[in-house]
Structure formats: structure tokens, C-alpha cells
């Protein structure tokens, strides 16, 4: 495993500031080394690469205004490969179309943030209003199997601090790693501390040491993953995103298959414990959980004290780290609460993992919309209210 | 007593241990990748400092066949790898090498939009007239009247024009030929790599299992004498004028090869002259 670095201060605005949650995603992004973005204007993500256009000249990277999402978001695993600390942003319907590249990324195992600002869907939705219905999209949304990582910030503050987690998720499990905002987080503006330079630990880019002669490019080591290396070293890779062997050769047949998207596969979920982040609140007595994420765990918040001033005991979970899901811990309440109460802006994604996870120890209720507002904090009481009979 | 060794002067730009390749008897594709790499001893450039990007189809299996850093990339989507690449790398001499369902069709926004940008980039674009890899679907490359397995009586839309649309794009380097005139393409390899900017190489080539075949042209190697009879070459030739029908006249060569400052060139002189000495630069790799 490489050692930790910390950041360089080329790109850290150390100190405190009054930015909303796309800025600071962008900021986080800067602080995290990041110097190549391809993009397209997509309502509610385009601030974020308004702010790099704008920033990037100055701390010495690119960026790139691309014809689409397809090309944006195979841009940036090109400049990966080239040696660059890459992202793009988007909202859902550029969400979608980035599904193909999120699995070449998959594939290739190239280190990349992807950022997705929800807005209420299906198709053109309700671009500028919030949503949480691409949650799943983001585990499973493009074909075939891979495992990915995303995360959720609920702050401009988290937005900046995750941004950064997201970069170093990425290179030490060599993996898309995806910032599922929404679009509330993204225009609310909040205070943001930037910490300096030397308070920011980096996961550098896994560069193998070992020779060109001695060098296979997906040969994994004992922690599934593989080491790096950029076009122009003299290593002659070869990167596909068919089924490849270690020499990255393309090989068709299901025994490699099994290797290489068993190992994709089990890089994330051999370590999700470790992976896996989440929150708790008054959760010690709680007879109700609520598992809320994003814009929407701010109300559920609101709703729990709410609740506690009418004696009802309730308690707040909320994932940080989205994929990998806090499993365990969800299996572990289930044993000892009444009920969960899922509270998101769709109509029930994360709702059928914690479903699954209470596998009926437990009732699991789902307070869900399509998006356009946030939940009111009442409403949230009253289905409360409900759960704890 | 001395030893003969027969040495193939293209084996050190081949990924040996990968053949036999995929690709039919007769097909071109082998052809140009054959240029490719006597073009590359030609050019003298490190081949340390070469990459490879391909799309995906029959042309797009180049990238896992040429010794060089080498990208197989998704459908349609090797030339915004490309740029993404050489921008993030600007040392590297980076070749898109696909075919024309691949670059032209599903791909064809890419194209234009790269052209436009004068990303310094090749393009080598193979055009067998269909899609060879599916199994010979009309393409928007197949001239009027031929079969095709989705174009049964007879294809009727009107084809692009490839040289014309890279011209009419914003392409500093543009030039056509066949599969059958092996030292102009490596010719012309040789000078669109050295090319500032965004270089368009069209490559006619036979497709004898499934363009041939379904449109009684006979095998490659009629293909060949075809090429070689239907060809005119026109240095210069306006692009406009160099439509392709199934029997007729085909015009062949370097058609536009002029000065335009790339993508990086127009980056860099508009961030300096706004920003001044805060302009940090690229920050490549």
C-alpha cells in the first residue's frame, strides 16, 4: 500500500468560507490534486465546473468543455490513463448517459469521481429541483456485474470533505467512486473550513515499481488490486474493456471472466466494512430507526427532536458512505428495534436494503416521494407516530 | 557457417504473442496495419511516446494487436478518449485508429466536435462500407444500392462523405486511399502523425466475407483489382467532389493539408494572454 501524502497547497483556499455545495465539491476536488475535468452543462451540476473552468488555469490542469456526457466521461478516463487526477459532474439524464463509461472505468479499474447532483427524474424531471431517485442507478446502473463506492454528502461542508475521501476511495480501490449529492446540497450555501494543505491526507496513484519486463498491468496483489502505470512510461499496456488477463489481453472464455469480475467484484465487498461510514444519532434507547441520507437527513433530523419532545423514541441513522451499505449495522438494530422508518426523496431504493437487512426482525416503513421538495419535518412526525405503534 | 534469420521488419511493432488475429481472409484491415507500423519506422518517433486508441468493431481489434501503449475503448467513443488522453499527456503522439461505424456513425459527433477543436491528434479510419464485426449491417458509409444484411434491396440513403465532413470540420490534414496503395498510406501516415493538429486518413478496404461477398464484387484480391482500376489519384482534389458510388470513378489522395493552431496551442495562448504570469499551465503528466 502506498503511503499516505498530503495535499498540495496549489490548489487548498485554506481557511473559512461561505460556499454552497457544489463550489465546495469543487474546492474538494482542487484540494484533492485534481487537474483534468471534461464536462458538460447539465442544471444542478454545472456550478462545480463553472468553479473549475474558472479555477484550474491558475493551479496548473485543464479543463475541457466536451460536445456530451459520452465524451466527457470517456475524456476523463483517457486523461486518467495519461497521468491525470480526473472528474466529471452530471445530473440524471447526463447520468445516464455516463453509465457506460462508469462500467469501463469498472473495467479497466481506472481511479475516477463521478458527481451526481439529483434532481428529480424520470428523463428531464425536474431539473432544478432536488431528487434522490438515481441511488440505485448509481449501484447498479450500468450492465453487468462490478461493485461500486458512493458517497453522500448532507453539507457543503461534506461536500468539500468527501469530495476528497471520493479521490482517495478511488485510488486506493483503483475504482469509479461516485458523489451522489442532490440538488438542495448543491445549492444550499453554507460555512465551509478548508483545512491547510498539510491537514489533507492523499492516496497517491498505486504506480507499480516493478520493471516493464516484470510488469503485468492487471495482475492483483494481495489486495486484489492491481498496480498502475500511465501511457508513455515505456510499460506498452494494453487497457480493454473486454474480459482481459492479467497481461490486460482480451480473453474469452468463462474462466477469466470469473477471475477478473469476481476480483472487481470482490475488492469492494471484501473490505465494505471498512468501506462502509455512517452516522448515528440518539440511537442508544431508540425503539424507531430512521435511515435518511442527503438533504433529507437534515429533516429527518428536525423530525427526530420533533418526535422526542413528544416521548417517542426515536433515532437517526444516517449513511455517509452510501455503496458499500452499513449492512451489518442495519442487521444488528434490527435484532433490538421496533421499526425502521426509510426516509428519501424516491419511491423506495434504499427503502429494499434496509428491508432486506431487518429480513422481518424488525417492520421497515417507507416515508418516499419522486422529488421537487424536501420532506416536511410534520410529515415525517406523523409517519413517526405511525411506526412506533 | 552462418546462420539465416529471417526477421520481419514490422514483428517489433506487433503484439506477436496475440496471433493469429481475428481478422478474415482478404480483409484490409492487416493491410493498413502493416502501413501503420512501416510508417512508425519511417517516422522515427519513440514508440515509447505512441499510443493507440481504437473503438470497438473489426478495426477497432488494432489496439490489441500494435506493441504500444494501446486502448481499446467503448463503441464510438475512441476519439474523446484521445483527447482526453494527449491533453493529460501532451508528449504522446496519440493515433485513433477504428472504423467507419465506429467513428463516423455512432461515434460521428466526436468527430466533428474533435475536428473543430484541432485536437492534435490521427485519425485513421478504415471504411470497409459496413459493419464487419456484427455481420455486415448497412452503415452510414455504404453507398447507395448496396447490400447489406439490414439493407437487403438495396441501400438508400445517401453516404457521408468522409473526407468532406473532416475538411468541412475544422481537419488540417485530410487525405484517401485504398487498401491497395500500401506506400501512400504509409506515406501519408507518416505525415499526418507529424501533423499539428487533427490528421484524417480514410482507408477504402474489402470486406470480402460480407461487402464482397453480398455485392458479387468477388474476393480481396478483386478487390484489389478494382482499387487499382477505379482508383484516380487527385492531390488537392476538392473534397466536395470526392463522393463514393458502388462502381464509379474513386478519388484517392492528399486532399487538404493546411496551418491552424491546435486545441492546446489555442488553450494555452488565450489562458496566458487573460491570466498572464498567473496562468499555471496544463499541469501534464
Known sequence: M????????????????????????????????????????????????????????????????????????????????????????????????????????????????????????????????????????????????????????????????????????????????????????????????????????????????????????????????????????????????????????????????????????????DNAERIARWEEHEMQDADVVMVAYGITSRVAQRAMQLARAEGLRVGLLRPIVAWPFPEKRIRELAQRVHSFLVVEMNYGQMFYEVERLAAGHARTELLGHGGGMVHEPEEILQALREAAQ | MSTLTQINPVEPFLRTDRMPHIWCPGCGIGTTVNCFARALVESKLPLDKVALVSGIGCTGRVAGYVNLDSFHTTHGRAIPFATGLKLANPALNVVVYSGDGDLISIGGNHFIHAARRNVDITVICVNNFIYGMTGGQVAPTTPLGAVASTSPYGCYEHAFNLPFLAESSGAVYVARWTAFHVRHIAHSMVEAIKKKGFSFIEILAPCPTLFQRRNKMGDGLDTMRQYKQRSVIKNGAHTREVDIDLQGEIVVGKFVDIERPTLQQSMEQQLRQTLRDQYAGMGGA
Not at chain 1, 97 to 123: I, N
Not at chain 1, 153 to 169: G, H, K, R, T, Y
Not at chain 1, 243 to 255: I, L, V
Open chain 1, 2 to 269: 502506498p503511503t499516505l501524502t498530503t495535499a498540495s497547497s496549489k490548489g487548498v483556499l485554506t481557511g473559512a468560507h461561505f460556499l454552497d455545495g457544489d463550489q465546495a465539491a469543487c474546492e474538494g476536488a482542487l484540494a484533492a490534486g485534481a487537474n483534468f475535468v471534461a464536462g458538460y452543462p447539465i442544471t444542478p451540476s454545472t456550478e462545480i465546473v463553472e468553479r473549475f473552468a474558472s479555477r484550474i488555469p491558475t493551479v496548473g490542469g485543464v479543463f475541457l468543455q466536451m460536445e456530451d456526457e459520452l465524451a466527457s466521461s470517456i475524456a476523463i478516463v483517457g486523461a486518467a490513463w495519461g497521468g491525470a487526477k480526473v472528474f466529471t459532474v452530471t445530473s440524471g439524464p447526463g447520468f445516464s448517459l455516463m453509465m457506460e463509461h462508469l462500467g469501463y472505468a469498472a473495467m479497466t479499474e481506472t481511479p475516477l469521481v463521478l458527481v451526481d447532483v439529483q434532481r428529480g427524474g424520470p428523463s428531464t424531471g425536474l431539473p432544478t429541483l432536488p431528487g434522490q431517485g438515481d441511488m440505485m442507478q448509481a449501484r447498479w446502473g450500468s450492465h453487468g456485474d462490478y461493485e461500486v463506492i458512493a458517497l453522500c454528502p448532507n453539507s457543503p461542508q461534506e461536500c468539500f470533505d468527501l469530495m476528497i475521501d471520493a479521490f482517495n476511495l478511488a485510488e486506493e480501490y483503483r475504482t469509479p467512486v461516485l458523489l451522489m449529492m442532490d440538488e438542495s446540497v448543491g445549492h444550499m450555501t453554507e460555512k465551509v473550513v478548508i483545512p491547510s494543505p498539510d491537514k489533507i491526507s492523499i492516496y497517491p496513484r498505486r504506480y507499480t515499481s516493478l520493471p516493464p519486463a516484470e510488469y503485468l498491468p492487471f495482475r492483483a496483489g494481495a489486495d486484489g488490486i492491481p498496480e498502475m502505470v500511465k501511457a508513455g512510461d515505456g510499460y506498452r499496456i494494453h487497457v480493454t474493456g473486454l474480459t482481459h488477463d492479467e497481461k490486460g489481453y482480451p480473453a474469452m472464455n468463462w474462466k477469466e471472466q470469473k477471475k477478473l469480475v469476481g476480483r472487481l467484484v470482490s475488492k469492494i465487498r
